[in-house]
């Protein structure tokens, strides 16, 4: 009786074939979580055409240390205190102009929240973290503000309409609607954040 010769052998020719499938199937099929990044507007290249007068007191301006120091108009504060210190300046209404502001309207502070302005300045050592957490400080005081406009006018929060307007499921009739009141919101108290050149020292 012959003896058999072994196992068959098993080609491999398909296995390049049937690996770049998968490798197909899997980047088609994977979903990347991509990061928010801040949301901020750069300044234009071109210098406007006409200087624009800003009087220092409409300018509410917050200075980082290497340290995570924080100083708001000169006066040395703490994280926790940054936003209120926002909120009283941007809602400060001291030219008698602003009908909506609730602020004390001291002559010293900011004319309008459509005149006011912060400035955010830090230092090059200035930890990420601590800098992202200012950030978010100073806007949630823009935060706070719209959203007690909203209530007043709308009954509802203004991050809500914001985010009910930005999400792109709502129907195009419902997001017409929710234009208008998060522009007027916006016009109300527009965030006019600047961020100046950092400091190396």
């Given at each position: 009786?012959?003896?058999?010769?072994?196992?068959?052998?098993?080609?491999?020719?398909?296995?390049?074939?049937?690996?770049?499938?998968?490798?197909?199937?899997?980047?088609?099929?994977?979903?990347?979580?991509?990061?928010?990044?801040?949301?901020?507007?750069?300044?234009?290249?071109?210098?406007?055409?006409?200087?624009?007068?800003?009087k220092?007191?409409?300018?509410f301006?917050?200075?980082?240390?290497?340290?995570?120091?924080?100083?708001?108009?000169?006066?040395?504060?703490?994280?926790?205190?940054?936003?209120?210190?926002?909120?009283?300046?941007?809602?400060?209404?001291?030219?008698?102009?602003?009908?909506?502001?609730?602020?004390?309207?001291?002559?010293?502070?900011?004319?309008?929240?459509?005149?006011?302005?912060?400035?955010?300045?830090?230092?090059?050592?200035?930890?990420?973290?601590?800098?992202?957490t200012?950030?978010?400080?100073?806007?949630?005081?823009?935060?706070?503000?719209?959203?007690?406009?909203?209530?007043?006018?709308?009954?509802?929060?203004?991050?809500?309409?914001?985010?009910?307007?930005?999400?792109?499921?709502t129907?195009?009739?419902?997001?017409?609607?929710?234009?208008?009141?998060?522009?007027?919101?916006?016009?109300?108290?527009?965030?006019?954040?600047?961020?100046?050149?950092?400091?190396?020292?």
């Amino acid at each position: 009786m012959a003896r058999r010769a072994g196992a068959p052998e098993v080609s491999a020719g398909s296995m390049a074939d049937i690996a770049f499938l998968l490798l197909i199937f899997f980047l088609v099929t994977t979903t990347i979580e991509t990061d928010a990044g801040l949301d901020r507007m750069l300044p234009p290249i071109e210098p406007p055409d006409t200087d624009v007068i800003i009087k220092q007191k409409n300018i509410f301006q917050v200075n980082i240390n290497k340290n995570g120091q924080l100083l708001a108009d000169d006066e040395l504060i703490d994280l926790k205190d940054l936003r209120s210190k926002a909120m009283a300046f941007l809602d400060n209404g001291g030219d008698g102009t602003c009908s909506y502001c609730q602020g004390v309207k001291n002559p010293e502070s900011s004319d309008n929240p459509t005149k006011a302005i912060i400035s955010l300045k830090n230092d090059r050592e200035t930890k990420y973290s601590t800098y992202i957490t200012v950030q978010n400080e100073l806007v949630g005081a823009y935060n706070d503000l719209r959203n007690r406009e909203a209530q007043r006018l709308f009954g509802r929060k203004f991050v809500d309409m914001e985010a009910e307007y930005l999400n792109p499921e709502t129907p195009d009739d419902v997001k017409e609607q929710l234009k208008e009141k998060v522009k007027k919101i916006q016009e109300l108290f527009p965030q006019k954040l600047s961020e100046a050149e950092t400091s190396s020292n």
